[in-house]
């Protein structure tokens, strides 16, 4: 799981900002709280009380935060829902509807 997660984009933007912010990356403390935030963003998402902490913690707004991450989230889980039957039949559906199947 650690290495899926160390190979994002939005780890190594929060790695750099959290290096800008003056945190010690490789305090091992540290380097763990990177890696839950990088998870938790790639796969649910932030809530938006997270997000105005670890923004203000790191010295960004919320929206460029959120703006790190949501592209790739919405790359890694759209893949994943279409494996559900009904959802790859209304994707088809859709696609259909736009003239792009």
């Not at 913690?57 to 279409?82: D, F």
Request: proline share 3%; with cysteine.
């Amino acid at each position: 799981m650690a290495n899926e997660t160390t190979n994002t984009a939005f780890y190594r933007w929060l790695l750099t900002q959290c290096r800008r912010a003056g945190y010690d990356i490789d305090a091992l403390e540290t380097h763990t709280e990177i890696i839950m935030i990088t998870s938790v963003a790639l796969s649910e998402g932030l809530t938006p009380e997270t997000t105005g902490h670890i923004a203000d913690a790191l010295g960004v707004t919320s929206r460029e935060l959120t703006r790190a991450y949501l592209g790739e989230m919405r790359r890694k889980t759209i893949p994943e829902l279409l494996t559900h039957p009904d959802l790859a039949a209304l994707d088809t559906h859709l696609n259909e509807i736009a003239g792009t199947a």
